[in-house]
């Protein structure tokens, strides 16, 4: 028997009830996000205003003077809002930065929100002092990133050097120790320093390393408390703060 409107379903019948289910989620997690970050940078607001006065000025300037005043305006407030959204997650990432440095584990936190093929296998190695060392593969090889002493991160990092050479021998590995001591790389520009890398190995290598990588372990240590930036995942293993 044929269906009725009635029996029809209410999700094909209307457009806005088959939406991503994920939207609304996204939604309060940048609405979370910028609650948290107003709270750290007060400077939040004037800043994302001036970047969008700024930018529809200049289009309507352009506009202005190529007679298509209308045509600019339109695209001078979407280019505002647009360059005020760039300066909202830049400043959240910074007060981001700001809310979890010092706590171990906020390299972890940082590593897990990074864009790419990044691979972290948190807290391979600690001290009694929360000195930590993660592991992360990638495409650069492997990275190892020590937070804490210099002094006491050294034979952490001699030693799981020495244990992925023992099942991944001839693969690339950098070392970038975290913190403001010198010779250490600040919690702020550890983004920078990662995408910077050298991209040594294809997508198909990356996961043969990883394999072996497996075979080391690792410890279960949540990484700290503190707003991350929209579309940040938690890596396998790591137990979300509470």
């Not at 809310?99 to 864009?115: D, H, M, T, Y």
């Not at 000195?131 to 991160?153: A, M, N, Q, Y």
């Not at 590995?173 to 702020?188: F, K, R, S, Y």
């Not at 995408?195 to 497996?214: C, N, S, Y």
Request: proline share 9%; hydrophobic share 45%.
């Amino acid at each position: 028997m044929a269906k009725t409107p009635k029996d029809a379903d209410p999700k094909a019948a209307n457009p806005k009830a088959a939406k991503d289910p994920a939207a609304p989620k996204r939604g309060a997690q940048i609405r979370e996000a910028f609650r948290l970050t107003r709270q750290r940078d007060k400077r939040l607001i004037p800043a994302m205003l001036l970047a969008f006065l700024v930018t529809a000025g200049v289009f309507i300037l352009v506009g202005f003077l190529l007679n298509s005043l209308i045509a600019f305006i339109v695209f001078g407030v979407i280019g505002g809002a647009l360059v005020a959204f760039i300066v909202f997650g830049r400043r959240a990432r910074t007060a981001m930065y700001g809310e979890i440095e010092g706590q171990p584990g906020a390299a972890a936190a940082v590593v897990s929100s990074l864009r790419g093929d990044w691979r972290l296998t948190p807290n391979v190695a600690v001290t009694r002092n929360q000195d930590i060392v993660h592991r992360v593969v990638g495409k650069p090889g492997v990275v190892l990133i020590g937070e804490g002493s210099t002094d006491r991160l050294g034979p952490l990092i001699a030693d799981q050097q020495k244990r992925i050479g023992r099942v991944a021998a001839g693969t690339p590995v950098t070392v970038i120790l975290v913190g403001n001591e010198p010779g250490q790389v600040p919690l702020g520009k550890l983004e920078r320093k990662m995408t910077r890398l050298p991209r040594t190995f294809k997508g198909g290598t990356v996961d043969q390393i990883e394999g072996r990588m497996r075979a080391l372990g690792g410890l279960n240590i949540p990484i700290p408390k503190g707003p991350l930036p929209k579309g940040a995942r938690l890596p396998k293993g790591v137990r979300p703060p509470r």
